[in-house]
């Protein structure tokens, strides 16, 4: 607008400065009056060129003010600042957001600033799945993991690679375009900084959330980095600080971490038949839910009770969800969360059994996740579709696999997404022989934490009520909605 504005008025001078020197070309001599007339009108031009040139000037260094005191009303909103355009007086909202942000909120900020009139709300909520990122430091490597878009990959890579330009950093994360950007992802480096003065640690990170895991040398530390975190991140970014205090160092250094992406064990240990024994373990304990194990052989002596340990206390952890457990001291120290007190018990109870002769420090605590797991099933003969919302990989694969075999030659499209801090329930585990069970009539099966619903078509009235006695027998704890039809 403004730039338009200016065009017009050069336009307009130099066409007054071409008809006054055609009107010299032909009348070089002027009567005085005529003169004088002359003068008065080139300048009454030339000072309505200037005031028209200052009221540009004055609009234009408005403008830039506006746009100063937005960018300072949006500091720590890095999700909106791309979508602003400020024209002379007016603000504009454009693009793409999470409907979850407090949009209202902005706005009404916004119309406070001296010299806006008015601020126009053209964005377009849209839900965009959250994305999830793991990074681990341990030894001297760097461990990526997760579902990220590619430009957030890349950024991430260059930060790590800034921020540790002496470790190896390991990259498995699968990337989807599709995803939301972490809001704290602008503040990498400046949380990169905080955290790698620990010589372990975790960092998981999803849209507006980081979850930071590991061990410190003292609770000074702990608190020291919580903070930092704290003030570091975006203000709408919701900050965990999991570290604890190391309590000595094992001649074997472990870190096994269980979680939505599946196992992974890194680490030092003395020799290869320790290797060997710990890899046998984890494989037994996880099976196919192990994607990664990388344990380096020192030939330092001194074996300790790591064998042991691992022995009682890796088959406990099988059933708990986001572990962590790492070698500190003469034990082990263990993060993560139970879905039941039946779980928690059947670790306390390996505790108990290890304890008093070795220090197990237990940080588990009963928490069934703040998200209930759902899926649903449809198939129409030639394609069978699978979605919802499940706990970890392990869980995913499992009711793909039972969906191949229920529909042998159909296409089977998956559309289940891993979420961390998802519950499992005990129809997860019903799940491959229920479908099996189920007649070639139904065509939809949805399951979540309350109810299970099934539609289709039977031949009779009592293979309709035969099926929904199997609901009740096998999946007792839901409410069951027939909806299967009859001829």
Request: no cysteine; net charge negative.
């Amino acid at each position: 607008m403004l730039s338009s504005l200016k065009n017009q008025i050069l336009m307009t001078l130099s066409a007054f400065k071409h008809h006054a020197a055609t009107a010299r070309s032909k009348f070089r001599i002027l009567p005085a009056r005529t003169r004088y007339n002359t003068v008065l009108y080139t300048g009454s031009i030339t000072l309505f060129g200037l005031a028209l040139s200052l009221l540009l000037m004055n609009a234009y260094g408005l403008q830039k003010t506006i746009e100063i005191q937005v960018q300072n009303r949006l500091a720590g909103k890095a999700w909106l600042q791309s979508s602003v355009r400020v024209d002379g007086r007016d603000v504009h909202l454009v693009g793409e957001v999470d409907p979850s942000h407090a949009i209202d909120d902005v706005i009404q900020h916004l119309t406070k600033i001296d010299g806006v009139r008015s601020v126009s709300n053209r964005l377009e909520g849209v839900v965009q799945p959250d994305p999830d990122v793991q990074i681990r430091r341990f030894n001297d490597q760097v461990v990526l993991t997760g579902n990220l878009t590619g430009e957030n990959l890349d950024t991430i890579l260059s930060e790590l690679e800034l921020a540790f330009p002496n470790l190896k950093v390991h990259d498995t994360v699968s990337i989807d375009d599709r995803l939301a950007n972490p809001i704290w992802l602008t503040k990498l480096r400046e949380i990169l900084i905080v955290v790698r003065q620990l010589p372990a640690f975790s960092l998981s990170g999803w849209h507006r959330q980081i979850v930071l895991n590991g061990t410190a040398d003292d609770a000074n530390q702990i608190n020291r980095i919580g903070f930092s975190l704290a003030a570091t991140v975006p203000g709408d970014v919701i900050v965990e600080n999991r570290l604890r205090a190391r309590p000595g160092k094992l001649s074997d250094d472990i870190l096994l971490t269980y979680d939505w992406n599946g196992v992974s064990l890194i680490g030092r240990v003395a020799d290869e038949s320790t290797a060997q024994f710990l890899t046998h373990i984890v494989k037994r304990s996880f099976q196919d839910e192990v994607t990664s194990i990388n344990l380096e052989v020192t030939n330092i002596d001194g074996r300790g009770n790591i064998e042991f340990l691992f022995k009682k206390i890796v088959p406990a952890i099988r059933y708990l969800h986001d572990v962590q457990l790492q070698t500190s001291g003469d034990g082990i120290a263990i993060w993560g969360r139970a879905d039941n007190p039946r779980d928690m018990g059947l670790l306390v109870s390996v505790i108990e059994d290890i304890e008093p002769s070795y220090d197990v420090h237990n940080d588990v605590t009963i928490n069934s996740g703040k998200f209930a797991s759902r899926i649903s099933l449809f198939s129409d003969g030639s394609s069978a579709i699978l979605s919802g919302k499940v706990p970890s990989a392990a869980v995913r694969e499992k009711l793909i696999s039972a969906v191949t075999a229920r529909f042998n030659g159909v296409r089977i499209v998956s559309e289940l997404d891993v979420e961390p801090n998802t519950a499992s329930h005990d129809w997860i585990d019903k799940w491959p022989d229920f479908l099996d069970s189920l007649p070639d009539g139904v065509i939809g099966l949805s399951i979540d934490e309350n109810n299970v619903l099934l539609t289709g078509k039977v031949d009779s009235e009592s293979k309709r009520l035969s099926i929904q006695n199997l609901v009740l027998r096998e999946l007792p704890s839901l409410n069951s909605i027939n909806w299967l039809s009859t001829p």
